[in-house]
């Protein structure tokens, strides 16, 4: 059995949030609370994870985080101490539990690690993460003269001498679990009839065993979240951290408080970020890239020295060498190929676009199968949708498409074959034979050529 679990509370009501959404929900660079203080939770080393949930956000939880954790509802919302209580039958026999606040999302992996570390180290029946910041609201850790803790007094309850206390409680501990239960069953409930999780420190006192505690070295960490405005405020303490995480592993930023990175993403060496560039989602980037100015980047795989500038690109993959822009829209569902040039004013839409292909100027892909090196000439569009249904158009290897060709789908144009300009193809073009004129004809492309292109006057 596990002897190192993970308890996060996210049953609360989150009422300052002012929202039909579960607080613990709400995101801050692309990923929700909950999931920071579980991630958090996995960085640390605990291998097992109990999410207190409430009978209104369990489903949507549950969704989220799947059966990575196991859940416990907590059918009132009694407080926080009441909160942990429903994890003790999942629970017996867990040698360290530690307990999170789901709406304390900047707590670091490494934080997280030493309150374990100086917990196990002291043998402790409970250690308490504190920190030094004048943030109104948290509870507050009162200390004896000579330096252990005596209570932690929360600031609804607390006197203006309490309330004048630097050190507060961030709302991250680790106990010794059989001991937790029971301090946790003889906890009051306060004047406001909650079951306060921080009572449990008044037990550990009298049995003569006062709790542990760390400081940490980045008061940032304490930020909790209770309404919109600390929402943000986390966000943008979020963001810095993320650009300061990938310039120090190797990614250019001229200018970084223009650029906004999802906590899911992933960017490689010598790639460059310019201003002005969104990169949302469970975006990965590859090596040596150039992503903007001016770009959003959402849920997708870029290879490696490709360039995206002025553009949007979602839910799609890029191969290697791809050059996206400016003033281009990669739509989900599409597949770029290694080498293409989607120039300017290229749209594409669920499709896939083979190696070397080439569509420089405005052009619509959709449901489209572009094989490599096609040519797509300037004003083509897949005529993809006829008001009911979606078709598909399918392009073969080395095919050339004129310029204002209307593929009128589902069609194909087979291998190496040539739309002439302004061509309406409404049938199948066979391999190497040209379609001219609307609708297009199919006449034989090298005898066009002998013939000094007299057929396509008609
Ligand atoms: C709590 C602490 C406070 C600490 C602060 C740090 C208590 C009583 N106080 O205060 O000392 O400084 O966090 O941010 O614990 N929750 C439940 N069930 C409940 C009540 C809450 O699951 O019945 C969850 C909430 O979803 C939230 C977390 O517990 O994720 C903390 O609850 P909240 O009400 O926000 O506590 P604070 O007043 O912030
Ligand atoms: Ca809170």
Same mark, same amino acid.
């Given at each position: 059995m596990s002897t190192k679990a993970a308890v996060i509370l996210a049953a609360g009501k989150g009422v300052r949030m002012r929202s039909g959404l579960s607080k613990v929900l709400h995101r801050i660079c692309g990923k929700e609370l909950v999931r920071h203080v579980v991630d958090a939770a996995k960085g640390a080393g605990y291998d097992r994870f109990v999410v207190i949930v409430s009978p209104t956000n369990h489903a949507a939880v549950r969704d989220l985080l799947t059966d990575t954790v196991d859940y416990a509802v907590q059918s009132d919302t009694l407080g926080t101490g009441h909160a942990v209580l429903q994890a003790k039958d999942l629970l017996r026999g867990v040698g360290t539990v530690a307990v999170l606040n789901g709406?304390?999302?900047?707590?670091?992996p490494e934080t997280l690690r030493s309150l374990l570390e100086h917990h196990e180290a002291r043998d402790a029946c409970a250690t308490l993460l504190t920190a030094s910041i004048d943030m109104p609201g948290l509870g507050r850790v009162v200390r004896d003269t000579d330096g252990t803790i005596a209570e932690i007094v929360e600031e609804r309850d607390a006197d203006e001498s309490t309330k004048a206390i630097g050190e507060v409680n961030v709302g991250s501990y680790c106990f010794n679990g059989p001991w937790l239960w029971d301090a946790l069953e003889k906890v009051k409930p306060s004047d406001g009839g909650e079951y306060y999780l921080p009572a449990v420190v008044a037990t550990a006192v009298q049995e003569g065993r006062p709790p542990e505690s760390i400081e940490a070295s980045d008061p940032s960490e304490a930020l909790g979240i209770n309404d919109r405005v600390q929402l943000a405020e986390a966000e943008t303490i979020l963001r810095e951290r993320i650009r300061l995480h990938w310039m120090k592993d190797g990614v250019t930023m001229p200018?970084? $408080?223009t650029v906004y990175i999802d906590a899911d993403v992933s960017l490689g060496q010598d790639s460059s970020i310019l201003p002005n560039t969104h990169i949302r989602g469970a975006t990965s980037i590859a090596e040596r890239c150039e992503i903007g100015p001016n770009t959003i980047v959402d849920d997708a795989r870029i290879g490696s020295e490709c360039r995206v500038w002025s553009s949007v690109v979602e839910g799609s993959e890029l191969e290697a060498s791809v050059s996206v822009g400016p003033f281009t829209h990669v739509r989900p569902g599409s597949h770029i190929a290694e080498g293409v040039v989607l120039g300017n004013f290229a749209e594409v839409n669920r499709s896939t676009v083979g190696r070397n $292909?080439? $569509?420089?100027?405005f052009s619509y892909l959709g449901d489209a199968e572009v094989g490599d090196d096609v040519n797509i000439g300037a004003g083509t569009v897949t005529v993809n949708y006829d008001g009911v249904n979606k078709q598909t158009t399918r392009i073969g290897d080395g095919a050339f498409i004129g310029c204002d060709t209307m593929l009128v789908a589902p069609v194909e144009v087979g291998e190496g074959a040539q739309t002439a300009a302004g061509a309406v193809v409404t049938k199948d073009v066979p391999p190497d034979a040209l379609a001219v004129g609307v609708p297009a004809r199919i006449v034989d492309k090298k005898k066009k050529c002998s013939s000094d292109g007299g057929e396509d006057s008609s």
């Open positions: 709406d304390v999302p900047l707590v670091r200018d970084p $408080s $292909s080439k $569509s420089a100027h």
